[in-house]
């Protein structure tokens, strides 16, 4: 309740009035509609942060402070001022009365720092945050011993935790190398036994499926939730410490943007490399199938990977390969997917995935993978549609509370352990595979069935010559973007054709 909080407890309500069908009051620099936070200066939200002997900020306001404060300070300036507070806060004079009170908010400040520590480890790369860690572990020290205990188990966790991302940043970075040193060539097109297919790894689509629903699970487990805010922090003109951001970017969520773009290039390679037609054709319902078990099992992500790359160019104009499919249960999927009405039928499915999570017995019917490119969407509109500051000049708290709500759902999400069993072989095809690039693949498109029009003819001539002329190998795969200016997936726009036009083209 507010007049309890430790800032307005220090204010008697300076005006309450009618707002709505509830009450909005205000007490000195903070700001209530029925007794909930809407806007506060900094410096109150700062202190609000800041636990007393008989005072602990509620469990959702320090996840949301935490987590959208890098709009308006470094992390590190918001960890030495919540730290100086406590201690200067405790301070008497007097030697002995200051150890007894430090002594009974031990406990306290250890429990935010923990919250802390545990929920925003990545804070803690730099190395300010560790040393003011450090620094309190130390002035604790000095008062309660079972509190530094805490520190230290906490401190301990941390650096596990940090431990766990650097080996798998390192994990990642290796086996792009190994699929970067091994790329796809057009001349295996001709030779095609030589070339090692999904289907020869892995024929059954419920497994493929699952070992898809591994890979999505365990990048999202990295993902940090403030990632999320530091897409657009750079935006906000009081940021002056840019250098932190550049430094810590937003690397794991650029990593599984680059997962998806990897997989639905992977599809589209799997389907245009094969000679035979009905090589492509199985490929095709493979994948279908592939899809299908991945919307069964929540995972909306490598669903719509797949149906991205059987969207692109040089697969949906294979209409000799496409007429030997039965394309029904891929219109159902497109259906689902379909951009329009702001992707209401996969909101309304991801809705039903959620609820049957939150009654899961079972740990695969907990499994919820959001199409991750409109998650990140959905909160760079949230942030772009409405102001972090109001004329006032206080913090637009309202906007911080709809942000967090939209990232701890994600942080429920990313916490499933996957039940399925690992199939090494098909994960290490999965992320190393050689992959055409985008001019490739309409290359192989158009050796699979030549070109139909004038418009195509010239295409394959100028993709010759620039394959011709081109020494080293590189990936234009533009499918989906990350940019700090404007952190949309182009996959949401990327997504051009109806199912109505898909019956058109293969008719």
């Known amino acids: 309740m507010p007049p309890t909080t430790p800032y307005a407890g220090k204010f008697s309500p300076s005006k309450e009035h009618l707002y709505g069908h509830g009450i909005a009051a205000s007490y000195g620099e903070m700001c209530y509609h029925d007794n909930s936070l809407v806007s506060a200066s900094l410096e109150a939200l700062i202190q609000h942060l800041v636990p007393t002997v008989d005072y602990y900020p509620d469990r959702s306001y320090v996840f949301t402070f935490l987590l959208s404060s890098r709009l308006f300070l470094h992390p590190y300036e918001l960890m030495t001022r919540v730290c100086h507070l406590c201690v200067e806060q405790q301070r008497s004079g007097d030697a002995l009365l200051d150890k007894i009170r430090i002594r009974d908010v031990a406990p306290k400040l250890v429990q935010l720092l923990t919250e802390w520590t545990e929920t925003f480890p990545y804070d803690f790369r730099d190395e300010r945050m560790m040393r003011c860690l450090k620094d309190m572990t ?34 990642v970075a290796a086996l792009n190398a190994v699929a970067m040193e091994r790329p796809a060539s057009l001349k295996s097109k001709q030779a095609s036994g030589q070339r090692v297919d999904v289907l020869s790894v892995c024929d059954d689509p419920f497994v493929l499926a699952q070992q898809l629903t591994h890979i999505e699970l365990d990048r999202l487990s990295f993902i940090g939730p403030e990632e999320f805010i ?46 035979k037609k009905k090589h492509r054709a199985r490929a095709i319902e493979f994948f279908i199938d592939v899809a299908q078990e991945c919307f069964n099992i929540g995972n909306f992500n490598s669903l719509m990977a797949i149906i991205t790359g059987m969207n692109m160019s040089p697969v949906s104009r294979l209409k000799k390969t496409w007429s030997k499919v039965n394309t029904d249960k891929f219109e159902i999927l497109e259906h689902q997917m379909d951009p329009s009405s702001n992707f209401s039928n996969y909101r309304t499915a991801l809705r039903g995935a959620t609820q049957r999570s939150e009654t899961a017995h079972s740990s695969q019917e907990r499994i919820v993978i959001p199409f991750f490119s409109l998650l990140i969407k959905d909160i760079y509109f949230l942030n772009e549609g409405c102001a972090s500051r109001l004329p006032n000049g206080h913090i637009n708290f309202e906007k911080l509370w709809e942000l967090a709500k939209q990232v701890s759902e994600f942080l429920v999400w990313r916490q ?49 010559w620039a394959h011709a002329h081109t020494h080293t190998h590189t990936h234009t795969q533009t499918t989906l973007t990350i940019t700090y200016s404007c952190p949309l997936m182009l996959v949401i726009f990327f997504f051009p054709r109806s199912s109505l036009l898909h019956r058109e083209n293969r008719s």
């Open 230 to 275: 530091q897409t657009f922090a750079m935006k906000d003109p009081l940021e002056n410490h840019k250098g932190f951001f550049r430094k810590r970017k937003t690397s794991n969520l650029e990593a599984y943007v680059s997962w998806f773009n990897r997989l639905s290039y992977l599809v589209a390679t799997e389907i245009c490399m094969p000679v």
């Open 416 to 464: 499933v352990i996957c039940p399925f069993d690992r199939e090494r072989r098909v994960l290490q095809h999965l992320v190393t595979s050689p992959i055409l690039s985008e001019d490739e693949l309409h290359l192989a498109s158009y050796e699979s069935e030549g070109p139909e029009n004038n418009m195509e003819k010239d295409s394959r001539r100028s993709l010759r």
């Open 138 to 171: 130390h002035h604790v020290a000095r008062a309660d011993e079972y509190s530094w205990r805490a520190m230290q188990q906490m401190t301990q966790q941390l650096i596990k935790r940090l431990s766990a991302l650097g080996q798998y940043e390192e994990a």
